[in-house]
Each structure stands twice: as C-alpha cells, then as structure tokens.
C-alpha cells in the first residue's frame, strides 16, 4: 500500500470512529429524553413501605391480592356500580405500598448477585408505577438503552394463592345466580393465568411473540425485551415514551377515535392471525403517541388458543351477524360451551339473549361506544332474572376472553371510540379478509403486504 493510499485509510477509520462517537451520544441522549420523559406520577409514599415477606403478605394478603386485580377492573368497566365506589376500587391497586430500596435490593441480589446500581449505568430507586404483584423503575443499561424494570414482590405467589382458596368460595357462591355454571373450573382458569403472571420469564417470552410479529407496524409498537437482564422476577424492557391513558383522554375525539381503532386492530388481529390474546386490557397498559400510534405494555396475562378454538370463535360471529341464524348461533354456543344443552328455550331466545355483544359489529355502519352501551351490557350479562341465565356457563377458552366485553369495551367507551367497526372486522376476520375500510386499515395492508 502506498503512502497516500494509507494516509486515506487512516483517514476514513478516524471518521468512521467520529460517526460511530456521534451516533452513541445520539442514543445516550434520546435515552436520558426518555428516562427523564417518564417520571413517577408524584411523590412516592413510603410511610407503609413495604420492606420483607411478611409485609408483603399483610399488605396484599387477605383477598387484596387478588382483590386488587377485579378491584383494578371494576374500577374502569363501564358497570351500574356508582362512580364514587369504582373510583375507590382503582386505589386497591393506586396505593399499593412501594418496596424499600433495601427489598428491592435482596430481590437483586437472588437473581443477579449484584445490586441494580451494578446492573444499570443509571437506576432510579422509586418506582414510576406499581402493579398487583410488582413495581416498575425506569433505568438506563450500560449500553445506554433507556429501559422499564419490573421488580415482583418476594412472597406474593405464596400469597396470592392463599387468596385464590378463598377466592374459590366466592365462586360457589356465584352459581346461585347462574347453577349451570361450573365456577370450579372458572377460578382453575384463572389460577393457571395468575400462576403464569407470576413468572416474568414466561411474560418474557409472551411479549417477544407481540413484538416479532408487529415489528415494523406503523401504529402498533410493543417495547423490546431485554432477556439478558430478565429473571423470572425480574423483567426488564425498552422503556416506552407517549402519554398514559388519563392524559390522553384531553386529546380531541379525531385522536382518540383513531387511539380506539388501533387497540381494537390489536385485539382482534392478535386473536385471529396469532392465535392469543393479551388479556389485560386496562388503562395503565397504554401509552398513546397520536395519529392512532398506540405502545402496549405488559403481557403477563396472555392466553393462547388452539385452532379449534378459533373455528368456534369464527362460526359464532358468522352465524351471530353474517347469516343471522338463530338456529346456528344455538349450535356454534352450544359446541362452545357458553349454553348448557339441556337449555329448552327456544333459539330465538338465546339468540336474542347473546345479540347485544354483537351490536358493534352488527351492520355496515359507524358505532361508538359509550359508557351507556357497556354499563347494559354489564348489567345483560349478569342478570339472573334472565330465562337464559340459568343455562350459562362459560367454557375454559372464554374464561379470558370475557374481558373483551367487560375491559376492551369499557376502554372504547372511556375513549368514545366511533368507526364502523363491521368493515374493520371484515378486514380482519379469516373468513371474509375485505380490503381496507380506513386510513389506519390501508397503513395496515401495506405492512402486512410486506410481512
């Protein structure tokens, strides 16, 4: 090599290094922008902190464990309950007591051997959120990724499953109301989910299979995982930018109409083309960037179908709203398992007993939710007045699924959601796939065109 032709190679590798420089404090200083964007919602309380296993058992034990979670969504399901009382439910999981930084700690310690000062170039030691089972601190690896930190609470498996034995007992009491219905295999459900809510391993692994699949939607984003630094009490994640759901409900109704059609796209594209449905759907699992741009946090509880039971899923909408057959909607439930065959009414009865949850999608024209529209479906749901009402039950598959009725509606309403939601269904629906009805539906087709 000749001497100019050094001089140029030696050159190009100091400016390779200088872009390389630059594009490092790039990163650094979008993650400070996003660790710095994410901020507790005031000040952390630590007057009840908690600070060993017994406390978390006194503090979240007797039922408020699990309490805590139907507290949590009672507490914005569109329900006849008075707004003052499901405005306390909220706090069953708002007031949950933060961790000492010294429990906290020891949590590290079992799982790394280290400290999170020793994990993270930058750790915050109060949390920016708390959950039912864990708290959230926001960090900053030593990579320079701005990052979210679930941190479980040590003893709460222990905990929440001394409440699930009572929880059960409630559950007997349940089936004065609606005798059809097998509570038992209810309460085993959801013991299955919570047991895998408790293992962020699993939660990993479930947020992975969102992410791969919508990596690159224009409006859908799900933080990455950092499995590297991911025990199975410890989860820890991109730490997302974008307003929580109180904020964004300031917005005008054009944004949240559009914010409404991307979590309903999610829902039901994920339930049909993944086969699994994230099965949480709250308020606090949201951060909205607007044009319909939506992050979805947390995957703990995800339940996954098998292609059996999507075939039921597609012959109830079909018969419910495409061929509106009574007779075959009688059938499709009856194999679901949502209907006790001995039920005697007559199919035009039960149809019209079940024909509310379809109204949304019922006819080619816009729908908005409203909280009037979810508060009778709640109240629908859980007559027992109703002749159908004894015939009830609900099937290991639904267990989950209901919270499509009870938690995705409730948010749609909380939005104010409108869109003709028939078209986007078809757009969605296996059987039928109709090109796109809206601007996010053409967004979409592009994407899925390149998938």
């Known amino acids: 090599m000749d001497a100019s032709a050094g001089g140029r190679a030696r050159r190009m590798t100091k400016v390779a290094r200088v872009g390389s420089k630059l594009a490092t404090a790039a990163a650094r200083a979008k993650a400070q922008a996003i660790f710095a964007s994410r901020k507790p919602e005031g000040e952390t309380d630590r007057s009840r902190e908690i600070a060993s296993v017994a406390d978390v058992a006194r503090e979240l034990g007797s039922m408020r464990g699990v309490m805590a979670k139907f507290g949590q969504m009672l507490s914005y399901v569109s329900t006849p309950l008075d707004s003052t009382i499901r405005t306390g439910l909220s706090s069953l999981q708002d007031q949950a007591p933060p961790m000492s930084h010294q429990l906290v700690e020891q949590v590290f310690a079992q799982e790394f051997g280290k400290a999170p000062t020793e994990i993270f170039e930058t750790w915050d030691p109060d949390p920016i959120a708390s959950a039912s089972i864990g708290q959230v601190h926001r960090a900053i690896t030593l990579d320079g990724d701005a990052v979210a930190v679930k941190v479980q609470y040590p003893g709460i498996r222990e905990t929440l499953f001394a409440d699930l034995a009572n929880l059960r007992m409630i559950a007997r009491a349940f089936r004065f109301a609606f005798p059809a219905m ?84 999610f829902v039901f594209r994920s339930l049909y ?179």
């Open 182 to 265: 097998d509570t038992d295999s209810i309460v085993a459900e959801i013991s299955t989910r919570i047991a895998e809510e408790l293992d962020y391993k699993k939660e990993a692994a479930n947020q992975q299979r969102f992410a791969d699949f919508y990596n690159g939607h224009p409006f859908i984003r799900i933080p990455a995982v950092h499995h590297d630094l991911s025990t199975p009490l410890v989860l820890v994640t991109e730490l997302a930018a974008g307003l929580r759901f109180a904020e964004f409900l300031k917005e005008d109704q054009r944004e949240r109409d559009l914010a409404g059609e991307t979590i309903f796209r």
């Open 273 to 451: 083309r993944l086969q699994c449905f994230n099965g949480d759907p709250h308020p606090g699992n949201y951060l909205f960037d607007g044009d319909g741009r939506v992050t979805f946090i947390d995957f703990g509880m995800t339940k996954y179908f098998v292609p059996g039971d999507l075939v039921i899923f597609e012959e109830m909408v079909k018969a419910a709203v495409i061929d509106r057959s009574p007779i075959a909607f009688r059938s499709a439930i009856e194999a679901a398992g949502l209907l006790a065959h001995g039920c005697t009414l007559p199919d035009e009865d039960v149809y019209r007993f079940f024909e509310p949850f379809y109204e949304s999608i019922a006819t080619d024209a816009e729908f908005t939710f409203s909280e009037s529209y979810t508060t009778s479906l709640f109240a629908h749901m859980f007559d027992k007045n109703d002749p159908v009402a004894k015939f009830l039950q609900v099937s290991e598959p639904f267990v989950v699924i209901q919270r499509i009725n009870l938690g995705l509606y409730s948010i749609l309403a909380s939005l104010s959601t409108t869109a003709n939601f028939r078209r986007i269904s078809a757009e969605i629906w296996p059987f039928t796939q109709y090109p796109p009805s809206s601007e996010l539906g053409r967004r979409e087709a592009e994407w899925l065109g390149r998938k």
